[in-house]
């Protein structure tokens, strides 16, 4: 339990449904997710905890909390356009844990975001998610996907090199419970003027494939989250994408629209 509460530190977690369990009726935005990668470290819950909201709870498989990169390339269109504007595809790499919410929901919470486009840094950081520009790049060839991330500033500021080697298609393509609970994931938490928010995702299910780092230099990475190296050869998965329909935020509590500002 956390000391003065009746809430516990961690929740072992059923893996969520290969398929969202809710839909996203009135999109604010269409998202396209390609060629990401998912690598994936288990932690102590008690290293996590620090990390999380208050109302959140970390949510744990096989006893561990987890910690995932995932380098993509992002397409980003608003409803009803049929082409991606120009300036709205661009590299990202994200850093997230697993989280219950203060209503029992699964989600994501993330500890870091970087992307390239500085107009989406500053649309999002004002939601409240943790994103910061950076020189990217994403290349897929030769069978392999490379993902690379530089500060902009001072040398400290995140970063990655990241080589990914893709092997054989999971059977179910979704993958087994593990692999569920690192991947189908259907809604992120973020904070904004104070209030735990809950922004749902729909997508169709994930085909995944069983991969190895070829190269993984993530230090960098972590330092920023205020989370040690992660110890050992990450779980890899890598997949085609998926296009998502990213709905809009809620209160984490009730699941209905934040109050106007």
Same mark, same amino acid.
């Given at each position: 339990?956390?000391?003065?509460?009746?809430?516990?530190?961690?929740? /072992?977690?059923?893996?969520?449904?290969? /398929?969202?369990?809710?839909?996203?009726?009135?999109? &604010?935005?269409?998202?396209? $997710?390609?060629?990401?990668?998912?690598?994936?470290?288990?932690?102590?819950?008690?290293?996590?905890?620090?990390?999380?909201? %208050?109302?959140?709870?970390? @949510?744990?498989?096989?006893?561990?909390?987890?910690?995932? &990169?995932?380098?993509?390339?992002?397409?980003?269109?608003?409803?009803?356009?049929?082409?991606?504007?120009?300036?709205?595809?661009?590299? %990202?790499?994200?850093?997230?844990?697993?989280?219950?919410?203060?209503?029992?929901? =699964?989600?994501?919470?993330?500890?870091?975001? %970087? &992307?390239?486009?500085?107009?989406?840094?500053?649309?999002?950081?004002?939601?409240?998610?943790?994103?910061?520009?950076?020189?990217?790049?994403?290349?897929?060839?030769?069978?392999?996907?490379?993902?690379?991330?530089?500060?902009?500033?001072?040398?400290? %500021?995140?970063?990655?090199?990241?080589?990914?080697?893709?092997?054989?298609?999971?059977?179910?393509?979704?993958?087994?419970?593990?692999?569920?609970?690192?991947?189908?994931? $259907?809604?992120?938490?973020?904070?904004?003027?104070?209030?735990? @928010?809950?922004?749902?995702? /729909?997508?169709?299910?994930?085909?995944?494939?069983?991969?190895?780092? =070829?190269?993984? /230099?993530?230090?960098?990475?972590?330092?920023?989250?205020?989370?040690?190296?992660? &110890?050992?050869?990450?779980?890899?998965?890598?997949?085609?994408?998926?296009?998502?329909?990213?709905?809009?935020?809620?209160?984490?509590?009730?699941?209905?629209?934040?109050?106007?500002?």
């Amino acid at each position: 339990m956390t000391p003065g509460t009746d809430k516990p530190r961690s929740l /072992e977690s059923d893996p969520p449904p290969p /398929e969202a369990p809710h839909r996203v009726c009135v999109p &604010v935005n269409i998202h396209h $997710w390609d060629n990401i990668s998912f690598l994936h470290w288990p932690f102590d819950a008690d290293d996590i905890a620090p990390l999380i909201p %208050e109302e959140t709870t970390v @949510l744990t498989h096989g006893g561990k909390a987890w910690v995932s &990169v995932t380098p993509f390339f992002i397409r980003v269109r608003p409803p009803g356009v049929p082409v991606i504007p120009p300036g709205w595809s661009f590299p %990202e790499t994200n850093v997230r844990t697993y989280v219950a919410g203060p209503d029992g929901r =699964e989600g994501l919470w993330f500890l870091r975001m %970087e &992307v390239t486009a500085a107009w989406f840094v500053a649309t999002l950081r004002a939601t409240g998610l943790p994103y910061v520009r950076q020189r990217m790049t994403v290349d897929a060839g030769n069978q392999r996907m490379a993902y690379a991330s530089k500060p902009r500033g001072r040398p400290s %500021e995140g970063g990655h090199d990241i080589v990914v080697q893709p092997g054989e298609q999971l059977d179910p393509p979704e993958g087994g419970p593990r692999d569920r609970f690192l991947t189908a994931r $259907w809604g992120a938490f973020h904070r904004r003027a104070g209030m735990l @928010l809950f922004t749902p995702v /729909e997508h169709p299910p994930w085909t995944l494939y069983a991969s190895s780092a =070829e190269t993984c /230099e993530v230090d960098a990475l972590f330092r920023d989250t205020g989370l040690p190296t992660p &110890v050992g050869p990450p779980v890899v998965h890598y997949s085609p994408g998926v296009k998502v329909k990213v709905g809009p935020p809620q209160l984490a509590a009730t699941g209905s629209p934040p109050p106007s500002e």
